[in-house]
């Protein structure tokens, strides 16, 4: 079963409004289309490998601006705490907790803004024996690296005794979340992972693995899954 808790989002409640939206949506395309036309007239008055030498330059550079947005290993495994003392968010955590005692899965969604993470994060450290964090960022979105992280966010949960922790599958498994869910079997007491910001792994190949072990994990295995959106995760199913 899985539950889900949204926070209030900005709707546009007129056809005119949504219509001017999509005008404005379609304006854009025709503008990029354009930008594209104009592209490849300045593409054809380069030499071949002068052009594919602007492209490489342009992905590495993406690459480096994706890379900025990554947080240290030891960070994604940590419940944030802020820096200045905030108002408790008791309508939501109490909607979490009694989401996460119930199902499997809970989803907490919401705009930018919303206070998601805040909510998320004063649930966690309320029930830190039995809670672990994880806050994901784009590097994730590769099997290997989400696994790693999934592993070492259970593996420092209290209730989550050295002798199970250490049968955590390897990372580099690609059957890792239904020999994960195996692992899971042998808990005496629930434990919950909170996933922050699920919605970076929106179209990625990886968003499979992560449906196999929502649809396989057993009741002692819980997940609170935040973000903007479910990021596309089979969990209408669930409810």
């Known amino acids: ?37 104009g592209a490849e007239l300045h593409g054809a008055e380069l030499h071949g490998t002068e052009l594919h030498r602007a492209e490489r330059a342009r992905a590495e550079q993406r690459t480096a601006e994706r890379r900025k947005l990554r947080l240290p290993a030891q960070d994604k495994v940590r419940v944030p705490t802020p820096s200045v003392p905030l108002v408790p968010r008791s309508r939501v955590t109490d909607l979490i907790d009694r989401a996460a005692a119930q199902h499997r899965v809970t989803l907490v969604c919401g705009p930018a803004g919303a206070g998601k993470t805040i909510a998320c994060a004063q649930w966690a ?12 960022d784009y590097g994730d979105r590769w099997p290997r690296l989400l696994w790693a992280h999934v592993r070492s966010a259970l593996a420092s949960i209290p209730a989550m005794t050295a002798e199970i922790a250490g049968d955590l599958p390897d990372p580099s498994d690609d059957a890792f979340p239904l020999h994960l869910a195996e692992v899971a079997q042998r808990l005496s007491t629930p434990v919950t992972l909170v996933i922050d910001d699920v919605c970076e792994l929106a179209g990625a190949a990886v968003l499979a ?3 196999q072990l929502i649809k396989h994990a057993p009741p002692t295995l819980r997940l609170v899954l935040s973000g903007r959106h479910p990021a596309g995760l089979q969990v209408a199913r669930l409810r």
């Open 1 to 37: 079963m899985t539950s889900t808790i949204s926070e209030p989002a900005v709707r546009y409640g007129k056809r005119d409004s949504w219509r001017h939206l999509h005008d404005g949506d379609q304006h854009d395309s025709e503008l990029h289309v354009a930008d594209l036309h």
């Open 125 to 136: 450290a309320a029930a830190a024996d039995s809670a672990g964090w994880l806050s994901l």
């Open 209 to 211: 693995g992560v449906d």
